[in-house]
């Protein structure tokens, strides 16, 4: 089985040396690196292709914030997860604009990080319900989207689309996507990259958030 290539990004050295015994101990995961600040983050992307940053978000030098940025520009099929110990509105609306796909926080328990992990490497996004609601909220009182501009995205996709995007906004795998539209798994894929450029979003939780901002998920429920 091929092990889920790691990064762990993070200033203390001793909390990433803690990180790395704990993510070993798991026979499905590899650490493949440690980097200080972002700086090395990106570079260190480049050079060993993690599936998985985990990126801490105040760091000195370049943060956690600019360097996904910059990783998701270049390296979009890498996956950066937020371990940050600041679980405040801010630092969370800034981590999924910037590109990351999960915000753990530092508090979290082992088995909570480990779980983070797994679940990002299966493609879903690490936002719970409650999480999702913050977003949403964050979103809306930011940037208004007007009936016309719902409108004019809502025609651009297709039946399918919408299908498909419903679907992401449920927290399905593309695997469990094809299984319940009966499609290949790159069917979906090349669905939801039209999804992507359709909605002028890069990754699953941009248009997972867009996609409850059309109505197409109801968080009251």
Not at 56 to 63: G, K, R, T, Y
Not at 179 to 188: G, H
């Amino acid at each position: 089985m091929e092990k889920i290539k790691v990064l762990i990004v993070d200033d203390h050295a001793v909390f990433r040396q803690g990180l790395c015994k704990l993510l070993e101990a798991e026979e499905d995961i590899r650490v493949i690196g440690e980097a200080s600040d972002g700086s090395e983050a990106i570079e260190m992307v480049k050079n060993l292709g993690p599936d998985i940053v985990l990126m801490d978000i105040e760091m000195p030098n370049v943060d956690g914030i600019k360097a996904t940025t910059e990783i998701k520009e270049v390296y979009p099929n890498t996956e950066v997860v937020a371990l940050t110990a600041y679980e405040d509105d801010e630092h969370l609306f800034k981590a999924i604009r910037a590109g990351s796909t999960g915000y753990i926080s530092k508090h979290s328990s082992a088995g909570e990080i480990v779980g983070a992990i797994k679940t990002v490497s299966l493609g879903e996004s690490m936002i719970t319900p409650s999480l999702s609601r913050r977003i949403l909220n964050k979103f809306t009182s930011l940037s208004k989207v007007s009936k016309s501009h719902r409108d004019l995205l809502w025609s651009d996709l297709t039946k399918r689309e919408i299908e498909i995007l419903k679907l992401l906004c449920e927290g399905k795998t593309n695997s469990q996507i094809a299984q319940t539209l009966f499609i290949s798994e790159r069917t979906v894929k090349n669905h939801i990259y039209n999804i992507y450029q359709k909605l002028q979003c890069n990754t699953r939780t941009e248009a997972m958030l867009k996609g409850m901002k059309l109505g197409l998920l109801d968080l009251d429920e």
